[in-house]
């Protein structure tokens, strides 16, 4: 068995034809040459065939490797395509690598984290609200909690807010009526507030009946569960300052005996036993219109030093609080007021608190301890001032002392008040003293406010024996 080598082409391929025949017969081929136009090999056979059988043999094989040349072709078509395609694949390949090591670009983590969650939110839906980046579920209000949908919000603090949330923590309601405090025609909230207590409410209230508490002032809320007291004179008391309010001429006399040794503390001892009767403003005005001198400066008299006989009515028995929230029962006597030194008795407004109480019968006790002790024809301001001035010394020793906190008028509190309503109201008082300080100190009147002034500042430099002197000698303060 013999092995014919075949070179194809240009001679880079060889190929081999295994062939059969016999002894002695020889094939001679021509150097195959590639057609152009088909890329075929081109056979000349030298020598003829010895017989018939030699020929069919020679063209079938050469029938042979034609097929085998075609075949061949097609595979090396194929091969170049795959070729081409995994040079294309290797590129393709290697632009990926490139960009998988190149540098990623700097994120921008304001753009990139939740504002609220702080964490990175990708390629997630995401709102742009306030110069960051919320998840939607996270851009919430600041007030109630809840999702923020509207593309209208309010801002404050850093913190977002529904219109209406915002709206109810900032715009000012009113404290009385708990409503928005409405616009005035320029478009701007206008409000009334309490200097002390900074309790908001529509200018409105000052003139459409709302009562007003006559000893601290602040407006009665509309609820009906907090209604002011209405005394039988026209005054409204609020609940709080009913706690330790002062009823009747005789609840009064304890108050006025710690005055006295407060006096006496002083060394201005009070030597004359001057009557003390509790009376309402009625009688309080009448009285007042009946006492020939005097200084009364007050838009309201709450305290008088009388010098002149008269006959005063007093309030014998304490009222009765009906479920109307009103007095009831009330037990007034006719009083002889006979003169029978300077001073011929002292009244005060009845059922104002313990605190102001006592600080009115302050005042009007220096009143009396002045025309006893001979100063006359003084200037309203110096006598006010110096009255004002020891109202105020002795609220101060009520407020610092632990025992006139604690104090209050047993008669007025339900014996079956709670350890904690008790606290709760002895706080009040406290803070109640802390007003009727702030009023005596912020009074605007020339005579109380002014000359309260002056004369705690004598007070304080020089102290109350020479300012006392002082006033004696000259009739003015010390400066």
């Known amino acids: 068995m013999d092995w014919i080598k075949i070179l194809e082409g240009s001679g880079h391929k060889i190929s081999e034809v295994q062939y059969n025949g016999k002894d002695g017969d020889c094939i001679i081929w021509e150097e195959p040459s590639i057609s152009e136009q088909h890329g075929r090999m081109k056979f000349t056979l030298q020598d003829e065939p010895t017989d018939f059988d030699d020929q069919d043999i020679a063209v079938a094989i050469v029938r042979s490797l034609e097929d085998y040349e075609a075949e061949e072709d097609k595979k090396l078509k194929k091969l170049v395509d795959n070729e081409s395609q995994l040079e294309e694949d290797e590129q393709l390949a290697k632009a990926l690598q490139e960009s998988l090591n190149m540098e990623p670009p700097p994120r921008r983590e304001s753009n990139r984290i939740c504002a609220r969650c702080n964490l990175e939110i990708g390629h997630e839906r995401h709102l742009r609200r306030m110069g960051a980046v919320w998840h939607p579920e996270c851009f919430r209000c600041h007030a109630c909690g809840l999702r923020i949908f509207d593309l209208e919000f309010s801002v404050s603090g850093n913190r977002p807010y529904h219109e209406s949330c915002y709206k109810d923590q900032n715009h000012p309601r009113c404290n009385v009526c708990k409503n928005f405090i409405p616009s005035n025609a320029a478009g701007e909230t206008e409000y009334r507030a309490h200097p002390f207590w900074m309790q908001a409410y529509c200018p409105s209230h000052e003139h459409d009946g709302t009562p007003r508490c006559c000893s601290c002032e602040r407006t009665e809320v509309r609820d009906i569960s907090i209604r002011y007291l209405s005394l039988d004179d026209g005054r409204k008391l609020c609940l709080e300052c ?14 006025y005996l710690e005055i006295q040794e407060f006096y006496e503390g002083l060394n201005m001892k009070v030597e004359q036993q001057i009557p003390l009767l509790l ?33 005063v009515s007093t309030i014998s028995r304490r009222p009765r609080i009906s479920t109307g929230y009103r007095i009831i029962n009330m037990m007034t006597e006719p009083c002889r007021l006979v003169r029978r030194c300077e001073v011929t008795a002292i009244l005060i407004l009845y059922g104002l608190p313990r605190l102001l109480t006592g600080t009115i019968l302050a005042h009007e006790m220096m009143h009396a301890w002045l025309k006893l002790k001979g100063y006359r024809n003084l200037s309203q301001d110096v006598e006010e001032g110096i009255c004002q001035v020891l109202a105020y010394m002795w609220l101060e020793s009520q407020i610092h002392s632990s025992s006139g906190n604690n104090v209050s008028s047993a008669s007025t509190s339900s014996s079956s008040s709670s350890t904690s309503e008790k606290g709760a109201r ?24 002014d000359g309260f002034r002056a004369g705690n500042q004598a007070v304080q430099k020089y102290g109350l024996k020479s300012t006392l002197d002082h006033i004696r000698l000259t009739g003015s303060f010390p400066y």
């Open 242 to 255: 009913l706690g330790s309010a002062i009823m009747d001429t005789l609840e009064c006399q304890p108050l």
């Open 279 to 311: 009376v309402e403003r009625q009688a309080l005005n009448e009285a007042m219109e009946g006492e020939k001198s005097g200084h009364h400066l007050l838009p309201e008299t709450r305290g008088l030093c009388l010098s002149e006989e008269q006959t």
């Open 426 to 449: 002895s706080q009040f008082e406290k803070k109640l003293g802390e007003f009727f300080k702030d009023q005596i100190e912020t009074d605007s009147s020339p005579a109380y406010g």
